[in-house]
């Protein structure tokens, strides 16, 4: 059954990780489309009824299907003179080095079979004890001890593969974009761990699902580490090499970058492996930053809803009382403060807040895209070396500082300080009321019908309209 469990749980993360990274595709173009007042995809089509009188278009979503039934009938190409060993490995590396960091990000909390229909269960009654026959599964392929230096140890693949993709297509622009990559990865990946060096202090833990817990208990960390949240943010989309930071694949300078030469579904690998690679910087932006699978005010053992020391979810559970007095499991929640929710509704809640985190950040990084124009290769290594890198290194000296303050004046330890745990709780209700709003705006924004407006660029347009316009000719054959 562990066996069974780990194979469903692999299939879970790379059947979303693939799906998303497709949808990706479609949203860069969707989302370009909209910023420019274009279109948008909307050729692929499927025809419906006898004589095709209905179209199937679907807001341009069978794009990315196409592409990859595209990818896989297109003519695998390889140069005469390029290295054929390295030349095929390199896609395979490339999407190796995306697939293998979704082992230990955590995607839910713990689930006790055991414990299934029961209406709240503690976290010291959900853990490993084979004597007592007490299996949780873990919503972690592989939770390992190490953790997100596991992450940082199996990245590094990535950079393997743009090196050797590069250096083996027998082509000096795929050379030069091979060096780009390597040098700005490379780069960027000091800045991407220094950022974290902050949350470790103050969570205390270099596992996610460790992480993802001390927020679910205190507060998410975007709130006590905003600038290591915007170092690492920022160092995260650089590693995915996409504008501003994709010099590697600078089209006017260096064709396609380091897959060039790459055609049929090697060319694929590389163009998915991108969009991959944003949906897992996302996982890491929502598991350590963003709380993970914690939702605000829901704990393991059930609902908590309270400001300071006012506990609000005791009122509502008066009436709970009144209209269930035969249950004395939810008369006992009730009269703690808690609101009685089945234990596998609590996981099930907490896994599609999970995900549905990581498709919001997606869109973020995709606003991203479509916003800030390309820098300099020599501004893209200063931004790293001079600013990002230093920014950093200040962040762990200003977080160790205050963690040290605190503590001192005890406002952090093993008893929570009363204003901590205001200051906490308003947190979780900006973020309980903000979030529903942000993403409700977001939809409508979508959804609606956008007015155009035409307006004239230039005098050549006024002068013409003062001397009664601009007459319009038949066309000469």
């Not at 974009?177 to 000091?190: C, D, F, G, K, N």
């Not at 952090?412 to 009321?433: F, Y």
Request: aromatic letters at 10%; a positive charge.
């Amino acid at each position: 059954m562990q066996i069974l469990y780990i194979v469903l749980k692999i299939a879970l993360m790379i059947a979303f990780t693939l799906n998303l990274g497709a949808i990706l595709t479609w949203a860069d173009r969707r989302q370009s489309a909209m910023i420019q007042d274009r279109i948008g995809p909307n050729r692929a089509v499927i025809k419906i009824g006898k004589t095709g009188k209905y179209d199937l278009r679907l807001w341009g979503l069978l794009h990315p299907l196409a592409d990859g039934i595209k990818f896989i009938f297109k003519e695998d190409f390889r140069p005469p003179r390029a290295d054929k060993l390295l030349f095929g490995i390199a896609p395979i590396l490339a999407v190796a080095s995306v697939l293998t960091v979704l082992a230990v990000i955590p995607f839910g909390d713990s689930l006790c079979l055991e414990g299934l229909t029961k209406a709240g269960i503690l976290a010291e009654n959900c853990i490993h004890d084979a004597e007592k026959g007490k299996f949780p599964i873990a919503m972690t392929v592989a939770p390992l001890s190490s953790g997100l230096l596991y992450v940082f140890a199996v990245s590094g693949m990535g950079i393997i593969a743009a090196a050797m993709a590069g250096a083996s297509s027998d082509n000096k622009f795929s050379l030069m974009s091979a060096l780009r990559a390597a040098s700005q990865m490379v780069s960027y990946e000091v800045t991407l761990g220094m950022s974290l060096i902050g949350a470790f202090m103050m969570y205390g833990a270099v596992r996610p699902d460790v992480m993802v817990r001390w927020q679910s208990e205190n507060v998410w960390g975007i709130f006590v580490q905003p600038f290591g949240f915007l170092l690492f943010f920022a160092a995260a989309v650089a590693e995915t090499k996409r504008v501003p930071f994709d010099l590697p694949e600078a089209e006017s300078e260096l064709v396609s970058g380091y897959f060039t030469e790459y055609s049929g579904m090697k060319f694929g690998m590389f163009y998915l492996g991108e969009y991959m690679e944003v949906v897992t910087s996302s996982m890491l932006i929502v598991t350590i930053f963003l709380g993970g699978w914690a939702i605000p005010f829901l704990q393991r053992d059930g609902l908590h809803i309270s400001f300071g020391d006012t506990n609000i979810i005791r009122q509502v559970g008066d009436m709970l009382t009144a209209r269930m007095p035969d249950n004395e499991t939810v008369k006992a929640m009730v009269a703690n403060g808690v609101a009685p929710i089945q234990h596998w509704a609590v996981v099930l809640l907490g896994v599609l807040a999970f995900f549905g985190k990581v498709v919001i950040t997606c869109f973020v990084q995709t606003f991203v895209r479509w916003s800030l124009p390309r820098f300099r290769y020599d501004q893209l290594m200063r931004l790293c070396w001079k600013v990002l890198l230093p920014a950093s290194l200040a962040n762990i000296l200003l977080a160790g500082l205050v963690y040290q303050i605190l503590k001192e004046a005890g406002y952090i330890g093993e008893v929570t300080h009363p204003t901590v745990k205001l200051l906490a709780d308003l947190t979780k209700w900006v973020v309980a009321i903000g979030v529903p709003v942000i993403v409700i705006r977001g939809i409508v924004g979508f959804a609606r019908s956008k007015k155009r407006e035409f307006w004239k660029v230039g005098s050549s347009s006024d002068f013409a309209d003062r001397t009664g316009g601009t007459p319009v000719e038949s066309m000469q054959a």
